[in-house]
């Protein structure tokens, strides 16, 4: 769940570009915050600073802050950057912020003018978050006592289909993947069901990408010519050779897997459900053509022809195979 908070992360970044009211003595100061316009996905926050000190705020699931005396401590962990981690790398800082020093750094990303408004759009539905903020000194140090917190839960909101299938066109139309590269895994029996999965994204000039998840034999380490047809199997294990799993939902919002052709920039996904692609080699030139229909309808005409790469993925409890099934993820990226 934390991953959907690094966009509020970026946000507390673009801080920076505030303005600082040094006074001669600190004027006593107090924070409110104001929640408005929650939907199920999303919500405006402002939060009102009386004075011009520094302070810093985010928002978080309150489960996430067990095991933190404060929201501080938990925003120190998380989201603060550290004055080791200035050192390490100074430059980058002095580059992009024109500053000589932590001090500095922070003051220039902390140090606001009397409010600041952000409007939050990745929200869960149904699901209550804090919003905290602090005093913080130059040093980035909690400066007072005062920390000031609120919690609103968001509405009911679209189902996690409909936040799925948001990114693809409704109406039909045609598109061609004329793929100039390509990127192959082999994770080996993935789905443990006597297997190899050829995880690959082809990619075109426009830089649109095409994800594809080939099943083959067990053993396999190149992907094996034939035709493999697109399937939405109940579950993994009746997944077999010479298939393509679908882009359904259930299994990208699960465990990222899935066929899918991503365009826009990341703003359209055409979710893959039916389809073949037939897979020719030849003195180890790969041709790969085939049609494939996406959710709402749609075509992607694929070719390509050239070499393959393929990287062997180790399958012990640490490679990301192993992780993504264990740790299921519930995150869209397109957005």
Not at 237 to 242: K, R
Not at 269 to 295: C, F, K, M, P, R
């Amino acid at each position: 769940m934390k991953k959907l908070f690094y966009f509020a992360a970026a946000a507390v970044m673009g801080f920076a570009i505030a303005s600082c009211k040094p006074t001669e003595e600190p004027e006593k100061s107090t924070l409110t915050i104001t929640v408005t316009d929650i939907t199920g996905t999303g919500a405006t926050v402002k939060v009102t600073n009386s004075a011009s000190d520094y302070f810093m705020w985010n928002v978080a699931i309150p489960e996430d802050l067990e095991g933190y005396a404060n929201p501080y401590e938990y925003w120190r962990d998380n989201w603060m950057i550290h004055e080791e981690t200035y050192n390490e790398n100074p430059d980058i800082y002095n580059y992009f912020m024109g500053v000589n020093s932590y001090s500095e750094l922070v003051k220039a990303m902390y140090c606001l003018e009397n409010e600041y408004v952000h409007t939050f759009e990745n929200l869960q539905p149904e699901t209550q978050y804090l919003v905290y903020a602090f005093k913080i000194d130059t040093l980035g140090q909690l400066a007072s006592p005062i920390i000031d917190t609120l919690t609103f839960t968001t509405l009911e909101g679209p189902s996690e289909e409909e936040l799925m299938y948001k990114f693809e066109p409704t109406t039909a139309g045609e598109y061609t993947m004329q793929a100039n590269s390509i990127r192959c895994d082999n994770y080996g029996d993935f789905f443990e069901n006597n297997t190899s999965l050829f995880y690959t994204i082809l990619t075109n000039a426009n830089n649109e990408s095409l994800t594809l998840d080939f099943v083959a034999p067990a053993g396999e380490t190149t992907i094996p010519a034939g035709t493999y047809s697109v399937v939405a199997p109940a579950e993994f294990s009746a997944l077999s050779a010479g298939q393509i799993l679908a882009g359904n939902y259930q299994y990208y919002s699960s465990y990222g897997l899935g066929t899918y052709m991503v365009m826009d920039g990341g703003s359209t996904a055409l979710w893959v459900e039916n389809g073949s692609l037939n897979v020719q080699v030849a003195n180890d030139v790969y041709t790969i053509t085939g049609t494939l229909t996406s959710h709402f309808g749609s075509t992607i005409q694929v070719h390509y022809e050239g070499p393959i790469t393929i990287t062997t993925i180790e399958q012990n409890d640490q490679a990301p195979a192993k992780r993504i099934l264990k740790q299921p993820i519930s995150i869209f990226p397109f957005n």
